[in-house]
């Protein structure tokens, strides 16, 4: 059948998107920024892109004429504390404009649990996005579900931050809040398990694991599978702010999803029933099995998608191809270059930059300058990589976002997302007399701008050294 897939490039629709390929589906990834699908080229060639943006005006130009099933995949959370809502509303009625107009069977929503009478801005928006999709000319399934556990996800993540890096932790008592996990696997089940079945039409699921658990014990759980032990401790006074200060500190989390998620962890998420595992059969995996699988995938290198990906993960807004065009008017330049004895090897060094490999020198002061990004509220180091030796266009590198990575043209392109006055990229590139190319490009904002760049010329004249030095080591 064929199924049109928002989100494609998401953490589920990444994870989603190989398995209906695998069923035989025709598929329509439906993305903003084609450019930053990051996808490989068999899969490429294997399914059809819509580029379009839900937030903007509806038009039917390169609208898709037929299609079976839509999965609505899209949220805002990450993208601001004030009027994500209004972001999402919107998104899902021009979504319904759209699916009215093609004519689509059946919509597939993944929501969030929303048992509570009252419920959390988050959860809010989440029901809201229901209602509007309701209205929608269209058969209408809704799978709740509450924390996504896998290896890359945004829940995962943190509670591996917080347990990794603090053995002993003075916690909110939100941390006391009763939940629901669900492996991302079970969750993929799910989503795969109701297309066109008419049992599920125009209605809403909860969708968790067998275990209901508290923060607190998710954590000491994640340690006891992990095999250490960790010490946590509750008090009454951290306020909302302060725990949301407390997660961007210690986890990769942003400030703003940070803010949106202490805002729902003080909500129970926990399914008011199991209709939908009957009707499908599914046995969902324990919390500690889910961690254990979410490790395997860790330790050989599989990570499919991670939510640090994601553009909302950062301050990059864009989409990539504004750019990819290095600007040079009024612009700022570190321009070195070396020749270079084995240029395989040389790639291989490039497209391995960053997370736990480092920048090939001084690590102490790019560390210094990620811990000083995150005081100003920045990305900082923490987001790391998700693959040890792949980079795809769009993929979030330490406190850079990958502008193009074509190992073809031997061409990485780099834009900053730390806090700067200005917009700085980072290109490597190898030529076709093998020499490599490092250039560092910074368009400054105003005299402080300029003054910020010039106060570090010192610096670079180290750092950028040593590093194209150590790069081109054959």
């Known amino acids: 059948m064929k199924i049109l897939l928002t989100g494609a490039n998401g953490y589920v629709g990444r994870r989603l998107l190989p398995e209906l390929l695998s069923a035989g589906h025709d598929i329509i990834c439906c993305v903003r920024d084609k450019n930053r699908l990051g996808l490989d080229k068999t899969t490429l060639e294997a399914i059809t892109i819509w580029e379009v943006d839900f937030l903007e005006e509806v038009t039917f130009d390169n609208c898709p004429k037929t299609v079976d099933v839509a999965y609505y995949l899209i949220h805002s959370m990450s993208s601001s504390t004030q009027v994500f809502d209004t972001m999402e509303s919107k998104a899902a009625e021009n979504f319904n404009h759209y699916m009215n107009y093609i004519g689509v069977k059946q919509v597939v929503y993944l929501s969030g649990i929303v048992n509570n009478h009252t419920l959390s801005k988050h959860l809010q928006s989440r029901k809201n996005v229901e209602d509007i999709l309701y209205q929608g000319n269209f058969n209408i399934t809704v799978l709740r579900a509450g924390i996504i556990v896998g290896s890359g996800s945004s829940s995962f993540e943190i509670i591996r931050d917080l347990c990794e890096k603090l053995p002993l932790m003075i916690t909110p008592k939100w941390v006391l809040t009763k939940a629901q996990p669900i492996a991302i696997r079970d969750v993929i089940q799910y989503l795969m398990g109701v297309l066109l079945k008419e049992e599920c039409y125009n209605d809403s699921f909860d969708i968790g694991g067998p275990n209901v658990l508290t923060y607190k014990q998710m954590m000491q759980l994640y340690a006891k599978t992990r095999g250490f032990k960790n010490w946590i401790y509750t008090v009454p006074i951290m306020t909302p702010k302060l725990s949301s200060y407390w997660l961007y500190f210690v986890t990769s989390t942003s400030y703003k999803l940070?803010?949106?998620?202490?805002?729902?962890?003080?909500?129970?998420?926990?399914?008011?029933?199991?209709?939908?595992?009957?009707?499908?059969?599914?046995?969902?995996?324990?919390?500690?099995?889910?961690?254990?699988?979410?490790?395997?995938?860790?330790?050989?290198?599989?990570?499919?998608?991670?939510?640090?990906?994601?553009?909302?993960?950062?301050?990059?807004?864009?989409?990539?191809?504004?750019?990819?065009?290095?600007?040079?008017?009024?612009?700022?330049?570190?321009?070195?270059?070396?020749?270079?004895?084995?240029?395989?090897?040389?790639?291989?060094?490039?497209?391995?930059?960053?997370?736990?490999?480092?920048?090939?020198?001084?690590?102490?002061?790019?560390?210094?300058?990620?811990?000083?990004?995150?005081?100003?509220?920045?990305?900082?180091?923490?987001?790391?990589?998700?693959?040890?030796?792949?980079?795809?266009?769009?993929?979030?590198?330490?406190?850079?976002?990958?502008?193009?990575?074509?190992?073809?043209?031997?061409?990485?392109?780099?834009?900053?997302?730390?806090?700067?006055?200005?917009?700085?990229?980072?290109?490597?590139?190898?030529?076709?007399?093998?020499?490599?190319?490092?250039?560092?490009t910074f368009r400054p904002r105003g005299l402080w701008g300029r003054l910020y760049w010039y106060s570090l010329v010192p610096f670079h004249y180290f750092i950028f050294g040593g590093m194209i030095r150590n790069i081109g080591k054959g």
């Open 258 to 440: 940070a803010m949106n998620l202490v805002d729902s962890m003080k909500m129970e998420v926990i399914c008011n029933d199991n209709r939908l595992q009957k009707i499908l059969g599914i046995k969902p995996i324990s919390y500690t099995d889910a961690i254990k699988l979410a490790f395997i995938k860790i330790e050989q290198n599989l990570v499919i998608s991670s939510w640090k990906d994601s553009l909302v993960s950062g301050r990059f807004q864009h989409n990539l191809s504004e750019f990819v065009q290095v600007p040079t008017f009024g612009c700022l330049k570190d321009e070195k270059k070396i020749k270079i004895e084995n240029p395989d090897k040389v790639l291989d060094n490039i497209w391995t930059i960053g997370g736990l490999k480092g920048w090939y020198y001084g690590n102490w002061m790019w560390q210094a300058r990620g811990f000083m990004d995150k005081l100003f509220g920045g990305v900082g180091l923490r987001r790391g990589r998700t693959h040890p030796s792949q980079l795809d266009n769009g993929d979030s590198l330490d406190f850079w976002r990958v502008l193009l990575a074509n190992k073809e043209e031997k061409r990485l392109l780099l834009f900053a997302e730390m806090r700067l006055p200005g917009e700085a990229w980072l290109e490597f590139r190898i030529d076709e007399e093998n020499v490599l190319h490092q250039i560092a």
